[in-house]
């Protein structure tokens, strides 16, 4: 009989070391161990944004005061992302010394009753922590070799010279952003039309013009009815009835909750396995953490559920986390998007009456070197003045809005912000600068 026994390796390893720290008798299901710490270290954040990084490199170095043009030598860019990956994996096993890790794949089959290679195992808590799959619209045949998710982006040991890509969610910018300041042309296509529909609109405005200076190519309304791999390339055939080949196409339309850890009919589960406010499932004393719950697909989201949960456990009873303040981000490049609390596209929707300020970047002689000329800040405070949220668009947005999230968490109003005197020369000036105008 265990204390706590967390499924799936992914986030919930922060929960876990926590609960065992404490002197809890933890057990750590996890299907790969080589995989442990789930898709944000291995297939997510942490490969995409070195990948991200090296790619922003290559496009720096296109610039006439740098001599010669760099290349991405995707073999070796390869080669260090598996070679970091495995030596953070070996740390994360040993931080792991007083959990009992279990390979395998777990079930919750009854309440407090784990399934896993065939043997039963019980436990006073169970924490979900399954992640997400891709979700793959009918009618398209992933390969993962020219049809691939964006596993086979992080796999590439070499670029195509083109890439079509399907989905303009956080993947599809992403990923767009990668190939073409690696230099590889990319055609993005759209099923709907337009770009960062929660955005302000002159930020939408604004990436949809960083993509095409990096020369995207965008392709909106387009939805794809069949992509199938041919000797002459990925044959994609659009509602239309028209078609083209693309020697790839990365399909990045969104993942879904993996929710088959949950075989008691206790839990319910809807869109991923329901959870209240403290991710607590229909069955008490069952959590869910992180993707599988359905709320945000964010790793530091994940992580503080579970370690919200492990405090509940261990009897601290923690504040319920506010998820609207979790900071979100898509690294597009040069410049990145970010936003904490409510967007305009949100304020809008939801009729709340706000004032806005946007400040934008090419007031600023830092932008001009730092390819931030079409950038900007926008932050929003209610009728009272109390901060509501901001978006930013600049390079590392996703660092600079953290002082805005702090802000939304000390609950400060424009007065205290203002207060705040920043460094010169940055972009965080700018952000300061939205404050002071309000
Ligand atoms: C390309 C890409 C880039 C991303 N970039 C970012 C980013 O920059 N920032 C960010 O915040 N988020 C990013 N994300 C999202 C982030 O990776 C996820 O939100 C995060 O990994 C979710 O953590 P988790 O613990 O819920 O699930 P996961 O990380 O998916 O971990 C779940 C683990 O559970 C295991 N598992 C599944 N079922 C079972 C079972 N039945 N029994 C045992 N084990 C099981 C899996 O093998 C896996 O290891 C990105 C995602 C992708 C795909
Ligand atoms: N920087 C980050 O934090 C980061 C980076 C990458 C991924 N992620 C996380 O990973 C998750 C998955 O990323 P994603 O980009 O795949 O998902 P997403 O939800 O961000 O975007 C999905 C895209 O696919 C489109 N789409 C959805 N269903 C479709 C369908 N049936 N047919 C055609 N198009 C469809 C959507 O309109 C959207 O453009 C995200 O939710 C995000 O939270 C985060």
């Given at each position: 009989m265990y204390d706590i026994i967390y499924i799936g390796g992914g986030l919930n390893y922060a929960g876990a070391i926590v609960a065992a720290k404490n002197g809890k008798k933890v057990a750590l299901i996890e299907?790969?161990?080589?995989?442990?710490?789930?898709v944000c270290l291995h297939k997510g954040c942490i490969p995409s944004k070195m990948f991200l990084h090296y790619s922003n490199v290559v496009y720096e170095s296109k610039n006439e005061i740098l001599k010669g043009s760099l290349q991405l030598d995707m073999n070796t860019l390869f080669e260090k992302k598996d070679a970091l990956l495995k030596s953070v994996t070996k740390v994360l096993q040993k931080q792991c010394s007083h959990i009992e890790l279990i390979e395998g794949e777990g079930k919750v089959v009854a309440p407090h009753k784990v399934n896993v290679n065939g043997e039963t195992l019980e436990a006073e808590y169970i924490v979900m922590g399954t992640g997400s799959h891709h979700f793959v619209p009918d009618g398209i045949e992933l390969n993962?070799?020219?049809?691939?998710?964006s596993d086979g982006v992080l796999n590439l040991k070499e670029l195509p010279k083109k890439v079509a890509i399907y989905g303009v969610g956080a993947i599809g910018l992403e990923m767009a952003s990668f190939f073409a300041t690696a230099g590889v042309e990319v055609t993005l296509i759209n099923r709907?039309?337009?770009?960062?529909?929660?955005?302000h609109a002159s930020i939408s405005l604004a990436v949809r013009t960083q993509l095409e200076k990096l020369g995207v190519i965008l392709l909106e309304n387009h939805p794809i009815i069949k992509a199938k791999s041919t000797q002459k390339g990925v044959h994609i055939t659009f509602e239309d009835g028209k078609s083209i080949y693309m020697p790839m196409l990365l399909v990045a339309t969104g993942r879904k909750p993996n929710?088959?850890?949950?075989?008691?009919?206790d839990i319910v589960v809807e869109r991923g396995i329901k959870t209240d406010a403290f991710f607590e499932t229909t069955l008490a004393q069952h959590y869910a953490i992180g993707d599988c719950n359905g709320k945000l697909q964010l790793a530091h989201a994940a992580r503080a559920q579970a370690l919200n949960v492990t405090q509940q456990i261990l009897g601290n009873d923690p504040r319920a986390l506010n998820l609207e303040h979790v900071v979100k981000f898509i690294h597009t490049l040069p410049m990145s998007y970010a936003e904490v609390g409510k967007t305009k596209g949100q304020l809008e929707k939801e009729g709340i009456a706000c004032k806005e300020s946007l400040v934008t970047?090419?007031?600023?002689?830092?932008s001009v070197y730092n390819h931030a000329g079409k950038g900007l800040m926008v932050s929003y405070v209610d009728e009272e003045g109390f901060i509501l949220g901001a978006e930013i668009l600049a390079p590392n947005a996703e660092e600079l809005i953290a002082m805005v999230a702090m802000s939304l968490a000390g609950e400060m109003d424009k007065e205290q912000a203002k207060r705040t005197i920043l460094a010169h020369p940055t972009f965080s000036e700018a952000l300061e600068r939205t404050f002071y105008k309000l």
């Amino acid at each position: 009989m265990y204390d706590i026994i967390y499924i799936g390796g992914g986030l919930n390893y922060a929960g876990a070391i926590v609960a065992a720290k404490n002197g809890k008798k933890v057990a750590l299901i996890e299907k790969d161990m080589n995989q442990l710490g789930g898709v944000c270290l291995h297939k997510g954040c942490i490969p995409s944004k070195m990948f991200l990084h090296y790619s922003n490199v290559v496009y720096e170095s296109k610039n006439e005061i740098l001599k010669g043009s760099l290349q991405l030598d995707m073999n070796t860019l390869f080669e260090k992302k598996d070679a970091l990956l495995k030596s953070v994996t070996k740390v994360l096993q040993k931080q792991c010394s007083h959990i009992e890790l279990i390979e395998g794949e777990g079930k919750v089959v009854a309440p407090h009753k784990v399934n896993v290679n065939g043997e039963t195992l019980e436990a006073e808590y169970i924490v979900m922590g399954t992640g997400s799959h891709h979700f793959v619209p009918d009618g398209i045949e992933l390969n993962e070799k020219d049809i691939i998710s964006s596993d086979g982006v992080l796999n590439l040991k070499e670029l195509p010279k083109k890439v079509a890509i399907y989905g303009v969610g956080a993947i599809g910018l992403e990923m767009a952003s990668f190939f073409a300041t690696a230099g590889v042309e990319v055609t993005l296509i759209n099923r709907k039309e337009g770009l960062l529909p929660k955005a302000h609109a002159s930020i939408s405005l604004a990436v949809r013009t960083q993509l095409e200076k990096l020369g995207v190519i965008l392709l909106e309304n387009h939805p794809i009815i069949k992509a199938k791999s041919t000797q002459k390339g990925v044959h994609i055939t659009f509602e239309d009835g028209k078609s083209i080949y693309m020697p790839m196409l990365l399909v990045a339309t969104g993942r879904k909750p993996n929710v088959d850890v949950a075989a008691c009919e206790d839990i319910v589960v809807e869109r991923g396995i329901k959870t209240d406010a403290f991710f607590e499932t229909t069955l008490a004393q069952h959590y869910a953490i992180g993707d599988c719950n359905g709320k945000l697909q964010l790793a530091h989201a994940a992580r503080a559920q579970a370690l919200n949960v492990t405090q509940q456990i261990l009897g601290n009873d923690p504040r319920a986390l506010n998820l609207e303040h979790v900071v979100k981000f898509i690294h597009t490049l040069p410049m990145s998007y970010a936003e904490v609390g409510k967007t305009k596209g949100q304020l809008e929707k939801e009729g709340i009456a706000c004032k806005e300020s946007l400040v934008t970047l090419n007031q600023f002689t830092y932008s001009v070197y730092n390819h931030a000329g079409k950038g900007l800040m926008v932050s929003y405070v209610d009728e009272e003045g109390f901060i509501l949220g901001a978006e930013i668009l600049a390079p590392n947005a996703e660092e600079l809005i953290a002082m805005v999230a702090m802000s939304l968490a000390g609950e400060m109003d424009k007065e205290q912000a203002k207060r705040t005197i920043l460094a010169h020369p940055t972009f965080s000036e700018a952000l300061e600068r939205t404050f002071y105008k309000l």
